[in-house]
């Protein structure tokens, strides 16, 4: 099962983008496929067990740190 750390972003970078908001102890999204993605700030998993389309894209801010991330693959 692979697991990636998504990437940090400034908060400015995220201005008119849709930011789904995470709540601290639970994963936002679960089930579908075998991608987990952590906050690239403090390893808190925000995805677990997802498929590729479902972080395809995603912002998301950590319900934890407060971070905005997204996904690794296309930066
Ligand atoms: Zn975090």
Redesign the pocket.
């Known amino acids: 099962m692979p697991q990636f750390d998504m990437i940090v972003i400034d908060p400015e970078r995220a201005k008119g983008v849709e930011v789904e908001e995470h709540t601290a102890g639970k994963p936002l999204r679960e089930g579908g496929g075998d991608e987990t993605y952590r906050?690239g700030?403090?390893k808190?998993k925000l995805l677990v067990n997802v498929g590729h389309h479902d972080a395809h894209g995603a912002v998301i801010k950590?319900g934890?740190?407060g971070?905005i991330n997204t996904e690794p693959h296309h930066h």
């Open positions: 906050c700030g403090c808190t950590c934890k740190c971070k």
